[in-house]
């Protein structure tokens, strides 16, 4: 065991995702350290990635100068409470990928430590991951490196200074991949009432969400732009957005956003408690 590691409290799909991406890109797996009760994903953890595993949380916060949170957000509190001693004494980084648990709450339970609290998305479970980080005043520059490095193994990273957006961040991106998983499923339908056969349907559009994905994360067109390229006047896609806009898609969207964010605010206020 090294003097100072990198600890996962938690050891389910985002944290397996994390470790994953970070011994992918070299971090040596020597250096990080993972508790879970659960012995048989802590097994399976070790073969893929060759990281030391635990059952016991405060025998991975012993050494940790940096700690990652990867538990549900309901159980965070009654983790936190019985190491609350080892951590103030360590005062390690603690990162929090658990969605709606505030900074303060976080303080509140494990002391005046620095905090850094994000919110990933699912698609970090194959490397394209969207995460938002948001730093309390104690965290240090080379703490703020360290925690764009470790969810970076895993997508896109940016950061805010406003804790408060992370409640936008939650139904932007967040919730997101559920969003467009609906849109796919009523294209599906959509193209199966239409006469292809459910796997050729599945491929189609999943392979055109992808396709569309790329395409603007590649084109320095605006999504709008991109969307009047392939709208050709009095062709197809016209006949068939003219249907969707007449349907309120965009106010749908709008409506959709802003009471994921209030749920997100509702969650973070039980949560906290
Ligand atoms: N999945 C996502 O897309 C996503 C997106 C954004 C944020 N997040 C956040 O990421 C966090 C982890 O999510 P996940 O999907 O990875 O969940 P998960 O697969 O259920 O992983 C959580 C792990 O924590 C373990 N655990 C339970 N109690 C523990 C304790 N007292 N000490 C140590 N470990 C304990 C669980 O073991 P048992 O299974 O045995 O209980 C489980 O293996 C959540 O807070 C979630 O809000 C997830």
């Given amino acids: 065991m090294t003097v100072s590691q990198l600890a996962f409290i938690g050891a389910g799909n985002m944290a397996s995702a994390i470790i994953g991406g970070l011994v992918r890109q070299g971090f040596d797996p020597v250096n990080i350290i993972a508790a879970d009760p659960n012995a048989e994903s802590l097994a399976k953890l070790a073969r893929a990635t060759g990281v030391t595993t635990t059952i016991d949380n405060s025998v991975a916060l012993e050494h940790a100068s940096t700690v990652v949170l990867a538990v ?47 919110m990933p998305n699912t698609p970090a479970l194959v490397g394209l991951g969207m995460t938002v980080l948001y730093a309390n005043a104690a965290v240090t520059p080379a703490q703020r490196e360290q925690a764009e490095r470790i969810l970076g193994a895993v997508g896109q990273t940016q950061w805010t200074d406003d804790e408060g957006l992370l409640d936008a961040v939650t139904a932007v991106s967040g919730s997101g991949p559920a969003y467009f998983f609906l849109v796919m499923e009523a294209m599906q339908a959509a193209a199966e009432q239409l006469g292809l056969s459910p796997a050729d349907a599945r491929q189609l559009v999943v392979q055109t969400a992808r396709g569309a994905a790329e395409l603007a994360a590649s084109s320095p067109e605006s999504t709008t732009q991109l969307r009047i390229n392939v709208t050709s006047p009095g062709g197809t896609t016209e006949r068939a957005l003219a249907v969707l806009e007449s349907a309120g898609l965009r106010d749908s969207f709008q409506k959709a956003l802003m009471a994921a964010c209030e749920r997100s605010r509702e969650l973070a206020d039980q949560l906290g408690k």
């Fill in 72 to 118: 549900k957000p309901q159980v965070m509190k009654q983790v936190l409470t019985p190491v609350s001693g080892l951590l103030e004494s360590n005062k390690p980084l603690l990162i929090s990928i658990a969605a709606g648990i505030r900074a303060e709450s976080l303080s509140a339970w494990a002391g005046p430590l620095p905090v850094v609290r994000c």
